[in-house]
DNA sequence: CTAGACCTTCACCCCGACGTCAACGCCAGC
DNA sequence: GCTGGCGTTGACGTCGGGGTGAAGGTCTAG
C-alpha cells in the first residue's frame, strides 16, 4: 500500500503522514523506486494515532501507544507507559473542567446580579417603565 | 498620569495599552507634548478590560464592557451588551465543560478496561505472578 | 547633561499540525 | 513517447490571539 491509499483509508492526508514520518511517530519502509510501502499494521498504527488526536491528544501523546502496538501488544494501551498517558490526560482534563466550572459560577453570579441591578431599576425607573417582557433584543 | 504609570497601577506593560489603543479598546487623550494622559477613569476601564481576560474573554469581548462603563454606567455589566456576553460566554464554557467531561468520561472507561486487562494478563500469565500492591510506579 | 520615559512603525513570536507550493522522478495506459 | 497521476524533497505559509522587540527619534526629571 502507498501513502495516498493509506491516507484515504484512514481519513487523512499524505501530508499528513509524511508529517509524522518526520516526527519519527510511523516510519515507512521503502520500495525501490523510494516510494513508502505500508501494511495493514501501519493502518492499525495510524488509526490508533488518529483516534487519541480526535480524543484531543497531542501527537507526542500518541507515541506511547504507537510504540506499543509495534512491539506487538494486542491494544495500543497495554502498556504502562500508555497507561500513564492516560493517567496524565484524565488528570489534565479534570483540572480543565475544574478551571472552566469555576469560571462559569463566577459568571453565572455575574449575570444573575447584573439582571438583578437591571431590573431593580426598571422597576424603580422612570414613570414608564420598559415591559419585560416585549424585549425588542433577544 | 502616564502610560508607565497606569501600567504598573494596573499590572500590566505599556505595550499592552498601546496594543488596547490601537485595537481602538482603551483610546487615550494626547498632552500637548505627544504623551498619553490617562486619568482613574481609565484605570477602572483597564481593571475591567483585565479582570474578563482573566476569566478568558476575548478582547473583542470586553469591548461591550468598556464601551458601558465609558458611556457612564455603574459597572461595565450594566448594559444589554454586556449581558449577551455573558450568556454566550455561558454557553460557550457548558459546551467545553461538556466536551471535555464526555472525553474524560470514555478515557476513564479505556483506562480502567486496560487496567483490568493487564491485571487478568498478570493473574493468568507465568508463575510468578506481580504483587499488585507493590508497583514500582505511581 | 544625561538617564530614563515616552513617541512611532514595522516586524516578529508562540504553539501545533499540518497546507502549499516548487521542481523534480516514476510509471501505467494509449 | 506523452500525458496524467502518483510519488519524492525542502522551504515556507497558515491560523489565532495577544501581545513583544528593535530601531530611531523626542521629551522630561533631577
Known amino acids: 500500500m502507498r501513502i495516498g491509499e493509506l491516507a484515504?483509508?484512514?481519513?487523512?492526508?499524505?501530508?499528513?503522514?509524511?508529517?509524522?514520518?518526520?516526527?519519527?511517530?510511523?516510519?515507512?519502509?521503502?520500495?525501490?523506486?523510494?516510494y513508502r510501502a505500508y501494511d495493514e499494521e501501519d493502518l492499525r498504527l495510524l488509526r490508533q494515532i488518529r483516534v487519541l488526536?480526535?480524543?484531543?491528544?497531542?501527537?507526542?501523546e500518541t507515541r506511547p501507544f504507537v510504540e506499543c502496538l509495534q512491539a506487538?501488544?494486542?491494544?495500543?494501551?497495554s502498556c504502562p507507559a500508555s497507561l500513564e498517558v492516560y493517567r496524565?490526560?484524565?488528570?489534565?482534563?479534570?483540572?480543565?473542567?475544574?478551571?472552566?466550572?469555576?469560571?462559569?459560577?463566577?459568571?453565572?453570579?455575574?449575570?444573575?446580579?447584573?439582571?438583578?441591578?437591571?431590573?431593580?431599576?426598571?422597576g424603580a425607573g422612570p414613570g414608564e417603565p420598559r415591559c419585560e417582557l416585549v424585549r425588542t433584543g433577544e
Open 72 to 77: 506487538g501488544h494486542p491494544a495500543g494501551d
Open 8 to 34: 484515504r483509508r484512514a481519513g487523512t492526508t499524505t501530508r499528513a503522514l509524511r508529517y509524522y514520518e518526520s516526527r519519527g511517530l510511523l516510519p515507512a519502509r521503502r520500495g525501490g523506486n523510494g
Open 88 to 122: 496524565a490526560k484524565l488528570a489534565e482534563l479534570d483540572a480543565m473542567v475544574a478551571r472552566l466550572s469555576e469560571v462559569r459560577e463566577v459568571l453565572a453570579g455575574q449575570l444573575a446580579q447584573a439582571e438583578a441591578a437591571r431590573d431593580a431599576l426598571a
Open 53 to 60: 488526536q480526535d480524543f484531543g491528544f497531542e501527537l507526542e
